[in-house]
T-cell receptor
Framework: LAKTTQPISMDSYEGQEVNITCSHN???????ITWYQQFPSQGPRFIIQ???TKVTNEVASLFIPADRKSSTLSLPRVSLSDTAVYYC???????????FGTGTRLTIIP | GAVVSQHPSRVICKSGTSVKIECRSL??????MFWYRQFPKKSLMLMAT?????????EQGVEKDKFLINHASLTLSTLTVTSAHPEDSSFYIC?????????????FGDGTRLSIL
């Protein structure tokens, strides 16, 4: 299972765009990248998933460079409710075992 | 979307009590479910993989006789913390993915906070 490295914490002001980068240097060819958000006392909630280039949905964008050794989660115009821990995970289709890293504790400042 | 439900959401009980936590997939079937434990300010740690109709697979360092897992149907897995002690106090979370959805993300329950007095 590819190991991931993220910043432990980040702060941002409301209304800003926030980019959280995750390193996964030993990602395998059949691995995909998934980001989850977790609020206190709740289970992780799926945000976005991708394999290469760029993926966008209604809440975030995921940028993956050609070498796939890193990925960046982009949250547009954050609000106080985006304060949470964000986890980057790498795993292959069918390999259901997920290994959570430390995550990034994002704090949004009014 | 796919929903995973855990029950109870919170348990407070005396030391020595056995506690059962249920994990249900509400609108899909899952041959495999996963149980995690999370201590305050820490990340999720996989405890075991629950397999429908067969024995669970435990991660290294997790006592199978302490944490009993039963996956009797395609929509229900249970985790029983036997003879719980204060050090077992933690946040327990389950996850599952639907059959045939191997390219889809796992869905997580909202966790069960276990407090042993």
């Amino acid at each position: 299972l590819a190991k991931t490295t993220q910043p432990i914490s980040m702060d941002s002001y409301e209304g800003q765009e926030v980019n959280i980068t995750c390193s996964h240097n030993n990602i395998a060819t059949n691995d995909y990248i998934t980001w989850y958000q977790q609020f206190p006392s709740q289970g992780p909630r799926f945000i976005i998933q991708g394999y290469k280039t760029k993926v966008t949905n209604e809440v975030a964008s995921l940028f993956i460079p050609a070498d796939r050794k890193s990925s960046t989660l982009s949250l547009p115009r954050v609000s106080l409710s985006d304060t949470a821990v964000y986890y980057c995970l790498v795993g292959s289709f069918g390999n259901e075992k997920l290994t959570f890293g430390t995550g990034t504790r994002l704090t949004i400042i009014p | 979307g796919a929903v995973v439900s855990q029950h109870p959401s919170r348990v407070i009980c005396k030391s020595g009590t056995s506690v059962k936590i249920e994990c249900r997939s509400l609108d899909f079937q899952a041959t495999t479910m996963f149980w995690y434990r999370q201590f305050p300010k820490k990340s999720l740690m996989l405890m075991a993989t629950s397999n429908e109709g067969s024995k669970a697979t435990y991660e290294q360092g997790v006592e199978k006789d302490k944490f009993l897992i039963n996956h009797a149907s395609l929509t229900l897995s249970t985790l029983t913390v036997t003879s719980a002690h204060p050090e077992d106090s933690s946040f327990y979370i389950c996850s599952a993915r639907g059959i045939g959805d191997e390219d889809q993300p796992q869905h997580f329950g909202d966790g069960t906070r276990l407090s042993i007095l």
